[in-house]
């Protein structure tokens, strides 16, 4: 297979993949939005299990927002790319503004999707933490920095597709990793889908209703 048809299906291979994890009464899945959550939903849904959300925001360089100096989660916790930081010669003041904006966009998707979530709690729980894909690995790196400080039992993270060199960093970093390619090189995330159009707002919140729906 050289391409998925759209995040559901690579959902669903992942999901085939987790089988061990089925019913788990301490599994919580964790989405990534706004891409991560289609693809964890399907991986939920076969599961069995809580779907909830981890917001991550990438620290897009000024004038060149695709490249990341790092990512900040909804705890605070921030990861740097310290490579492109010296690289780049980036500022602090440059970089706290980029913070700042981040920490609004958290804060109004904090508003926007957890009226649809109920609380949760990480602390020993067996976490899957699901993205649509990682390029540099910024905002997953970030992520689970936030989640292990909250003492969860296990991290498993699952990707349908990750540069092979961020595959190898990240799965330093967790209990089990699993991505179904591993390319050498990776340009976007979106090249490795057939459809890869924008999760909006909407089909994230639509998606967390129905399955607390199925709970």
Not at 198 to 203: A, F, K, L, N, V
Request: with cysteine; charged share 25%; proline share 4%.
């Amino acid at each position: 297979m050289n391409r998925f048809h759209d995040r559901q299906h690579a959902g669903q291979l992942l999901a085939s993949q987790l089988q061990n994890y089925k019913n788990k009464k301490d599994g919580l899945v964790l989405a990534l939005p706004r891409g991560g959550v289609p693809v964890a939903y399907e991986i939920a849904k076969s599961l069995v299990l809580p779907l909830s959300i981890y917001l991550v925001r990438k620290l897009g360089v000024p004038h060149q927002s695709e490249l990341a100096f790092g990512a900040i989660s909804m705890d605070g916790q921030i990861v740097f790319n310290e490579e492109i930081v010296k690289s780049l010669n980036l500022s602090k003041t440059s970089m706290e503004q980029v913070i700042e904006t981040e920490k609004k966009e958290l804060n109004r998707r904090k508003t926007s999707y957890f009226s649809n979530l109920l609380p949760f709690v990480l602390k020993d729980k067996i976490i899957i933490l699901v993205d649509d894909g990682i390029a540099t690995g910024a905002t997953l790196r970030a992520a689970i920095s936030a989640i292990q400080l909250q003492n969860p039992k296990k991290i498993i993270v699952a990707v349908p597709v990750g540069a092979k060199s961020s595959c190898q960093e990240i799965e330093t970093q967790v209990d089990e990793f699993i991505s179904i390619l591993k390319p050498e090189h990776l340009n976007s995330v979106g090249e490795w889908y057939e459809n890869f159009s924008q999760t909006s707002d909407e089909e994230v919140s639509f998606l967390l209703k129905k399955i607390r729906n199925k709970e």
